[in-house]
C-alpha cells in the first residue's frame, strides 16, 4: 500500500487544511481552500479568516507586497469559497489569537482565486447564537450546517457509531443489514408502506425495527448480530421524535439476560472512554420496574439527584386528614416527596408546584415544613405526635426541609411526582451536568391492560420471554405475569429496552392467543416465523438502542435535531427540499394507486 | 473497563464455541451450546457433531460411562439445539480429523438439554451442494443461512465494510446518515414512493443514491463524507439486481478527478490486503471511453485475458471482399478479433460463435486462420499480399492463430464481438480467477442521445461536471463534451463510478436546459439545489460503489444473492414472508389511497 508523503488532508486543491499551520511552518508557501468566514478591511490591509471543517486560518493580503492581489480582493465577500497561496508567516507582536490553533502564524497571500461566490446568508454563520427562526434554519439547511456546532455535532456521532463498531467487531459480531422494504410488523404503531408496482393492490412497509429479522438471523446460526439500523414510524411526531431514527440492533444467541447486560455495560463503557475520555462505572445500578415506580413514579428516573417520593398511605390512614383519606378510601394511594431545603419555598412557590402538578390530573398539593425540629403548616394538626415522628422517620427529613404530598390514583399520583420531582430538581438546580447515571430497569409485566380494548396487550413486544417462574400464571393471571426484558435509562432519558425472547414455538403460539389473536391471525401474520421457530431455534436475546437519543446526550443538546444533518419538523416535512410532493399521475398509474 | 477473563465467546449458556477447544483443554469440563449437525449411532457409541457460527465440535455418549445420558440422547435428531456438559479427551487413535480444527478432541457428555427439537429440514443443512429449488430455499431462508457459505459471504461482508469504514475513518472522512424518506430525485430509475398520512396527496421517495444530499453535504462544509448507504430502485429486475441494494457512497470538497481516483484506490489495496491477504498493485489502469470501446467494444471490459479488436476498416477497403466493404458503404465498421491458437476451432465451433453473435444483431463472422506462415480460409482471395502482410501485422497473428471479422454498424459490431470475446475467453479456459484487474475508465461523453425522445440525456447524472476544455461547445456540439467522470471496473464488472460536479450555479441551469428543463421544471424539481449553489459552493467530487457486487467478487460467488441475508426474488417478493402484501382498508383509508 502507498502511503501519503503529503498531510493528511492535502488534495490538488490546497496543500494544507485551515487547522494545521503553526509556527513550525513559517516561511513555507502554502496553498489553502476554504470559505470566507470573516472578512476585515484594515485600511490598508485586508485581513481574512479562511474557514473548513477543521479550522480558520488567517490570510492577509498586503497592498504593499502584492498590490493586485490585494486590489482584487476587495471584491471577496462572507462565505465565498476561494483557494489562496502564499507564505506562512508569524502575526505581528500583539496580534496572536491564543483561542485559535494557527493563532501564531498568517499567511500572506500571492495569489488566489475564487471557486464560487455567495449571496449574503439569511443569518450569520459565525455567531454561536443564531437569531433565524427553524423554519428559515431549515429551508438554508445547507447553510446551518456550516455552523460549528452541527459540525462538532456529526464528528460525536461519527465517534459514537465508530466506537460502537469497533467494540462489538472485537466481540466477534457481525453487522448485517436487513432489508428496509419489508412486511408490517406489529410494534404497536403505524406503518409507513411502499405500494407495489409488480404486484398491484399490495404494499411493503417500512421497518419499524428489525425485530424478526435478527431473531431469524439467530435461528439461521448467525449467533452475535448487531446493526445500525434505520427504523420508522409513522407517528404523529413529539418534540424528539422523528420519522426515521437509527438505533443499535442487537441479537446473541445462547445467553440471557446477564449476558446482553453484561455485554452493554462494557460497550457504553467503552463508548464513553473513545468519545469523552470518561471512565464511567460499571456494573450499572438496576432496580425493578415496582421499585422504580414506588420511588420516583416512572419507570425512566432520572438518578443524576436523590428527591425519593414515599408512599405514606399507613400514616395518612391512621391521622385525621380527611382529604387524603379520602383518597385512599377511593382506591387511591398518597405519596411524600420529601425535598431537602425546601422549606425556603414561599407560600407562592408552593401555589405554583400545585398548579403544575394540575396539567397532570392532581387536584392539589398538601405541604409541611421542618422547622425548629417539628413540622409545621396548617395540616400538622391532623396528625398526632406519634404520627408525626413516624411521618419524620419515613420520609427523613431535617430541619429546612419541606414534604410536599399527592393523594389520587396510583397513575395519577405518579405521572404528577414524577414531573414535579423533575420540575423541582430544575428550580434548585440539583442536576449535574456533568454525571452519568446509568440504572437498568427490569422485572417489567409482560401484559398490560389496553386502554382501548380491555384486553392485554404487549408491554415491550410479543416476543418477549415470560419469567419462567410465572409461566404457570400465564392463563390465570398474564397480568402478574414478569417479562424477560430489561430497559437502559441514563439521566432520566430512556435510551434503550431488550429482551430473552421466546425460543420455543409453543410458548409463542400461548402468547399470541394471550394476545387475542386466533389461529388464522397468527398463521396469516407470522406464519413464517411460527415455523422458523420449528426448526432448532436457539436460546436468544437482545437489545436496541436509541443512537439519536445517546448522541443527543453525549452532545449535551436538547433536540434531537442537533444530530441529524437533514431532520424533518414535526409535521413531518423536510422543508428545504419540499417533501412529501405531489407524484406525477403516470406513476400513480404504474403503481395502480389512486388519491383521495 | 471490565476485561473478559473467560474465553471471548463465554455466555451463561457455554463456556466455549464449537471451534475452539484443542488438545491443551483436554480434562477440562466444558459445557457447549449449539445445533446437532450430524449424528451417528455407532452401536454403543453416540457421536454428534455439534455445530455454532464458528466450528464443530465432536460429542461422544457412552452408555458404559453415562448410560442414563446416553439413553435420553437417542432420541437427539439433526438441528436441534441443546446444551452439552462434559469433559474434554483425545479422540481414539486413528480417528482424529485434520481437516477439523477442533479434530484431535471429543467432549464425553455427562449431561445435556435441548433447549428446542426441530422438525425435518426440506433440504440437507451439511451437505455443501444443495439440491432445493430456489422456492424452497427462499422459503426456508432461516435455514439456507445456517449452511457454511451464506454465514462465510456474510463474514466477508463484513470484514469489507469494516475495512472500508477503518479506511475512511483514517482519512478523515465522516459517515453521515442521510434519509430514506426523502424526494424523488431523477436518477433515470423508477422510484419507490411512500404516501404520507399527514399531507394527504403527497409522497415520499425512497433514494436511487444520495447524491443530492452528499453535494448539500459539500455544500455544509463537511469535506469529507463517506457512507455505506442502502438505496432503492423499482426497475423489472435482472439477475443482478434487488431493489434495494447498498452503496458506498462518497464525496469530498476542494477536489479535481486525480484526487478522487487516488483514494479510491488506496482504499481497494487496503480492503483487499485487510479482506483476502493480497498486495494488489496500484496506481491502477487507466483508459478512455473510447480507447474502451475500440479494443475491446464495451466500457467494462475483463482485462484478466487479453484478446483485443483491431478496427481494420482501411484494410477491406482496399481488398475485394465486397459482403464487408458493402457494410462500411452503409456507415458500418469492420472489426477483426484475432485469437491465438484459435486456428484449431473446427468448421462446427466457428458457426456456433455465428449463432451466438446472431443474438446480438450480427449477421455473421467472416474468419482466417495463420498456417505454415500465411492467411487461410474462403476468403484469403480477396485481399493481396501486401494486405495480407497488413493484416497479419495490423491483428498480429501468429502461426495457429484465428482472426474473426464482423462488420455491421459500429454499436451492434461491439456489442457483439464483446460478448464474444468473453464467450471464447470461457470456452479456452483464459480467465485466472485469481486475478484481480483493476481499470479506470475515464473520458466518458457528457450527454447520450435518448433513444426515445431523440434528445441529450446525461450519461451520468445532470450534476456532472463537462471537462473544462469542451466547456465552450456545450451550445454547439453538447453531444462531443467530454465528462469528468470515471467508472471503475474490475473483472469486467462495473463496480462504481463517479465525477467532479459541477459547483457554479450557472453552469449547471445551463447543463439542465441542454436536457430540456424549462426554467419552471428546474425551480420544481431543482429549486433547492438551485438555491444552494448561490451560498458558496466549494469544487467537490465522488464516486459510488456498489457494495454487493464487490462482495460478490470478494466472494467469488456468481449470485448476488449469495451476499444478501434476506434477497427479494426476481420479483421483488421475499417468499418467506409473503411481502409485498395486501394491507389493512383501514391503512389505506389513513394514508388517502385507493387501489384500483
Redesign the interface.
Known amino acids: 500500500?502507498?502511503t501519503d508523503i503529503k498531510p493528511?488532508?492535502a488534495?490538488?486543491?490546497?496543500t494544507h487544511?485551515c487547522d494545521n499551520l503553526r509556527k513550525s511552518n513559517i516561511g513555507e508557501t502554502v496553498t489553502l481552500?476554504?470559505?470566507?468566514h470573516r472578512r476585515r478591511d484594515h485600511g490598508g490591509l485586508i485581513f481574512i479568516d479562511l474557514?473548513?471543517?477543521?479550522g480558520l486560518t488567517q490570510l492577509v493580503f498586503d497592498p504593499k507586497t502584492h498590490p493586485k492581489t490585494h486590489h482584487i480582493a476587495q471584491e471577496i465577500r462572507s462565505?465565498?469559497?476561494l483557494?489562496a497561496t502564499g507564505k506562512v508567516r508569524a502575526r505581528a507582536e500583539g496580534m496572536t489569537n491564543t483561542k485559535l490553533e494557527t493563532g501564531e502564524i498568517e499567511i500572506e497571500v500571492s495569489s488566489f482565486q475564487p471557486?464560487?461566490?455567495?449571496?449574503t446568508?439569511p443569518f450569520s454563520i459565525c455567531d454561536e447564537n443564531i437569531e433565524a427562526n427553524d423554519d428559515i434554519r431549515s429551508t438554508?439547511?445547507?447553510?446551518?450546517?456550516?455552523r460549528g456546532n452541527?459540525?462538532a455535532n456529526?464528528?460525536m456521532?461519527?465517534k459514537t457509531?465508530?466506537a460502537i463498531?469497533e467494540f462489538f467487531?472485537q466481540?466477534?459480531f457481525?453487522?448485517?443489514?436487513?432489508?428496509?422494504?419489508?412486511?408490517?410488523t406489529p410494534e404497536g404503531a403505524?406503518?409507513?408502506?411502499?405500494?407495489?408496482?409488480?404486484?398491484?393492490?399490495?404494499?411493503?412497509?417500512?421497518p419499524q425495527s428489525p425485530q424478526l429479522?435478527k431473531q431469524?438471523?439467530m435461528?439461521?446460526?448467525?449467533?452475535?448480530y448487531y446493526q445500525i439500523a434505520?427504523c420508522?414510524r409513522?407517528e404523529?411526531l413529539r418534540a424528539d421524535r422523528q420519522?426515521?431514527f437509527?438505533q443499535l440492533d442487537l441479537e446473541?444467541?445462547?445467553?440471557?439476560e446477564?449476558?446482553v447486560i453484561r455485554i452493554m455495560e462494557?460497550m457504553f463503557?467503552?463508548v464513553f472512554?473513545k468519545c469523552l475520555n470518561l471512565?464511567i462505572q460499571?456494573p450499572f445500578k438496576r432496580m425493578t420496574h415496582s421499585q422504580c415506580m414506588e420511588y420516583y413514579g416512572s419507570d425512566r428516573p432520572d438518578l443524576r439527584y436523590d428527591l425519593q417520593l414515599v408512599r405514606v398511605d399507613e400514616i395518612i390512614k391512621r391521622s385525621s386528614f380527611s382529604a387524603l383519606k379520602e383518597q385512599i378510601g377511593k382506591g387511591g394511594i398518597v405519596k411524600a416527596l420529601p425535598i431537602p431545603n425546601g422549606a425556603k419555598f414561599s407560600r407562592k412557590e408552593i401555589d405554583e408546584f400545585t398548579t403544575f402538578v394540575g396539567k397532570f390530573g392532581l387536584n392539589g398539593l398538601a405541604w409541611m415544613k421542618m422547622s425548629n425540629d417539628k413540622l409545621t403548616s396548617s395540616i400538622v394538626k391532623f396528625f398526632d405526635d406519634d404520627l408525626q415522628k413516624e411521618l419524620i422517620a419515613n420520609t427523613n427529613v431535617n430541619e429546612g426541609d419541606l414534604i410536599l404530598f399527592a393523594a389520587a390514583s396510583e397513575a395519577t399520583v405518579n405521572q404528577a411526582l414524577d414531573h414535579l420531582r423533575r420540575h423541582i430538581a430544575e428550580k434548585m438546580d440539583l442536576i449535574d451536568e456533568n454525571r452519568w447515571e446509568f440504572l437498568w430497569v427490569y422485572d417489567f409485566p409482560l401484559f398490560e391492560t389496553d386502554k382501548d380494548t380491555g384486553k392485554p396487550t404487549s408491554v415491550h413486544h410479543p416476543f418477549t420471554m415470560p419469567n419462567e417462574k410465572d409461566i404457570s400464571s400465564l392463563d390465570s393471571e398474564p397480568l402478574k405475569v414478569r417479562a424477560k426484558a430489561y430497559d437502559i435509562v441514563l439521566n432520566g432519558f430512556e435510551i434503550g429496552g431488550g429482551s430473552i425472547r421466546i425460543?420455543?414455538e409453543d410458548l409463542q403460539r400461548k402468547v399470541f392467543e394471550i394476545l387475542d389473536l386466533s389461529s388464522d391471525q397468527i398463521d396469516q401474520k407470522f406464519?413464517?416465523f411460527i415455523r422458523?421457530?420449528?426448526?432448532?431455534?436457539?436460546?436468544h436475546g437482545g437489545i436496541a438502542l436509541g443512537i439519536d437519543r445517546l448522541v443527543m446526550l453525549l452532545c449535551k443538546t436538547n433536540s434531537i435535531k442537533d444530530v441529524?444533518?437533514?431532520p424533518?419538523t414535526q409535521?413531518?416535512?423536510?422543508i428545504?427540499?419540499?417533501?412529501?410532493?405531489?407524484?406525477a399521475q403516470n406513476?400513480l398509474d404504474?403503481?395502480?394507486?389512486?388519491?383521495?
Chains 1, 2 share one sequence.
Open positions: 500500500m502507498t493528511l488532508l488534495t490538488s486543491l490546497r487544511t481552500s476554504g470559505w470566507v474557514r473548513d471543517r477543521y462565505e465565498w469559497t483557494q471557486y464560487s461566490m455567495a449571496k446568508p438554508y439547511r445547507f447553510l446551518d450546517l456550516r452541527l459540525i456529526q464528528t456521532r461519527f457509531t465508530t463498531r467487531t466481540k466477534d457481525l453487522e448485517i443489514e436487513t432489508p428496509i422494504l419489508t412486511k408490517s403505524r406503518d409507513y408502506v411502499v405500494p407495489s408496482r409488480i404486484h398491484p393492490g399490495t404494499f411493503y412497509a417500512l429479522f431469524l438471523l435461528i439461521g446460526g448467525f449467533d452475535r434505520r420508522f409513522d404523529d420519522p426515521e437509527t446473541m444467541s445462547f445467553v440471557q446477564e449476558d462494557e463503557s467503552f472512554k471512565d460499571i425460543h420455543r406464519g413464517f422458523a421457530l420449528q426448526y432448532g431455534t436457539p436460546p441529524i444533518c437533514f424533518k409535521r413531518a416535512s423536510d428545504m427540499m419540499d417533501c412529501p410532493s405531489a407524484i406513476q404504474e403503481l395502480n394507486i389512486m388519491t383521495k
